[in-house]
């Protein structure tokens, strides 16, 4: 069985480049949420590119939002439904526009190996990261109904939807348990993190270990804080061999676990 090779496991595995003992902590993930809205008439949200809208409004209070109309068995399968419930609220899918609210997270979980050596993560989102996604959703509703929404299904358990822009101020009426909110992540970040301060990060400013000359991180694990946005294109930046810091050095790119020897390649 291949063993899970993300960057700081594969480091703590190998008790390598951790003098500082950064390694694994400050993992950020930008939590987040989504609210499905339900318009009278179709709107095919399918059609076109995935994340082809984003609201960029609420940056500065660590908010972001982006249409993401995943599959209708995605959507099924978040939905608090089940049976016929649920199939009558999946015809509904050319009505349906997904909408995520991304949270620039303020707090910070952790990444270690256990004793056979295999990752395990924690991570607990804060009061404040939590009542910023509650927030989000609201505004997020908000919008939906200035549209023309006729329905806004929200991803709280004990409040699963709304039926007018009156009723947003139910999500405030009582505090929202964090369990009882649907969110999810896919940007992992920030556990092998970049800084000038060799006793407080990981690796350098280009990305090179601090302790081992010419082994480099390129991935998403370097940003030592949260970008605030999707962070693919940067990533790939940052992993490009022909970035000028790993040009200029021969040595080791470490690509979450896959250690390239650049070298060999350049032979
Ligand atoms: C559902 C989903 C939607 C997303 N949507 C977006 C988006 O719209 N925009 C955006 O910017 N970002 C998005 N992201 C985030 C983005 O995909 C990741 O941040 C990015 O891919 C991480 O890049 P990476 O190179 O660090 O890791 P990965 O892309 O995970 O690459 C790691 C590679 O290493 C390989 N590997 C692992 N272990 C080994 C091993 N032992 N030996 C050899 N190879 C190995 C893996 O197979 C994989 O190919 C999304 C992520 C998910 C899961």
Not at 23 to 35: D, E, S, T
Not at 79 to 93: C, D, N, R, T, W
Not at 234 to 251: E, F, K
Request: aromatic share 6%; glycine share 8%; charged share 20%.
């Amino acid at each position: 069985m291949r063993r899970d090779s993300n960057s700081p496991s594969l480091l703590l595995r190998n008790r390598i480049a951790n003098s500082s003992g950064q390694v694994g902590r400050n993992f950020l993930c930008h939590p987040n949420a989504k609210a499905i809205a339900i318009y009278d008439q179709d709107v095919q949200a399918w059609k076109g590119t995935i994340q082809g809208y984003q609201v960029h409004e609420f940056f500065d209070e660590g908010l972001m939002m982006a249409t993401t109309m995943v599959p209708p068995g995605l959507i099924a399968m978040s939905l608090p439904y089940i049976g016929e419930q649920s199939m009558a609220m999946m015809e509904k899918y050319n009505r349906m526009v997904v909408c995520g609210v991304l949270v620039e997270d303020t707090g910070a979980g952790r990444v270690t190996v256990d004793l056979f050596g295999e990752a395990k993560m924690r991570y607990d989102l804060n009061d404040r990261d939590t009542a910023n996604m509650i927030r989000g959703v609201a505004l997020l509703a908000e919008i939906y109904f200035a549209s023309g929404a006729r329905e806004v299904l929200l991803p709280f358990a004990s409040l699963p939807s709304i039926g007018s822009v009156d009723e947003i101020k139910k999500i405030f009426s009582h505090p929202i348990p964090k369990n009882e909110i649907e969110c999810l992540t896919v940007h992992p970040m920030g556990t092998c993190r970049m800084g000038l301060d060799r006793k407080r990060s990981v690796v350098d400013s280009h990305g090179e270990s601090h302790d081992v000359p010419g082994l480099f991180v390129a991935d998403a694990s370097v940003f030592p804080s949260p970008i605030g946005v999707n962070p693919q294109v940067s990533i790939m930046a940052l992993a490009h061999p022909h970035r000028p810091a790993h040009s200029r050095t021969r040595g080791a790119l470490l690509h979450r676990g896959l250690t390239v020897n650049l070298d060999r390649l350049r032979r």
